[in-house]
């Protein structure tokens, strides 16, 4: 590990639908956290459009970094690094990140480390649990991924499980869709499901035959679909807030039980959550009290750091940056970068 006192990072998140850029000190200390979302432009047309999402990061972009280097009363010459997401995650979007990051970095004579953006989710937890250090178990449930992760060290990881289809966000925003909420589905069945009835409707919760920690979502998906049509066949009318609290409780099922699985299987004393999903009320609670019932240390991040944001790109990015991992000016947008393989 290098001994240098405090490194200050300006990283750069641009995978999806949110421009982003704070400045972290030694991977804990956020001093800056900045996050343009561009959510009210892609509901108009019920999903992320790529394009949009590419063009508005280049509009944007410049902005949000310079009022993150403002807001923690820093420049770039106060900077020891630039790092950036560069995959997984729309290659327009993340091109948008890569390209700025490299201007940056070389102008101001800077080294630049390209973060993979579930390593991101998984080091959010980082930033306000000081005392949380590998190794973990940590499930990280965003709209693109649904992995469950062994941290064996800063940097190391081995994936346990994931899913062999939809990912819970995915399904989340899918189902809203069927049931006439729009998007961004996760949040919007997290509030309806309030008034909702969990036990209400039935749904499958899926085992996937032959791993013991993947997940599969797409078999509720469709049953979901299945129900709505069997309602209107028989002309039978569809609570709204009822199958949301039921399809969310489904899915809230499926992870802990993945989860304490293999909290058990690997005698874990730590168990983290990470990823949009995990900003989940019923989730959190769930997977709260699981790890309650056997005196495990449960840690997830507030909701704001669930989501797409730029800090848990820099508390990633001193982990690296300690290691002694650079990039060159060769450093692309890789759409789907595996976790723990550097592209
Ligand atoms: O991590 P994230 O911001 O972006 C990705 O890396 O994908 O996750 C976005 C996903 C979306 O699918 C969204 O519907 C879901 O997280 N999400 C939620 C909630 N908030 C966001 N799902 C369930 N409950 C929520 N409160
Ligand atoms: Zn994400």
Known sequence: M???EEVKILAIESSCD???AAVVINGRDVKSNIISSQIDIHTLYGGVVPEIASRKHIERINQVIARALDAAGMTLADMDA???TYGPGLVGALL???AEAKAIAYAAGLPLIGIHHIEGHISANYIENKELEPPFLCLVVSGGHTHLVRVKDYGVYEILGRTRDDAAGEAFD???????LGYPGGPKIEQVSHKGNPDAVAFPRAKVTGSEYDFSF???KSAVLNYLNSCQMKNIPVVQEDVAASFQKAVVDVLVGNAVHAIEAYGADKFAIAGGVASNQTFRESIRKACGQRGVRFYCPSPGLCTDNAAMIGAAAYYEYSAGRRDDWTLNAIPNLKLGERG
């Open 82 to 84: 630039v790092a950036v």
């Open 18 to 20: 949110e421009t982003a």
């Open 218 to 220: 797409s078999g509720l």
């Open 96 to 98: 948008v990140g890569v």
């Open 174 to 180: 899918k189902v809203a869709r069927a049931i006439g």
């Open 2 to 4: 290098n001994v240098q």
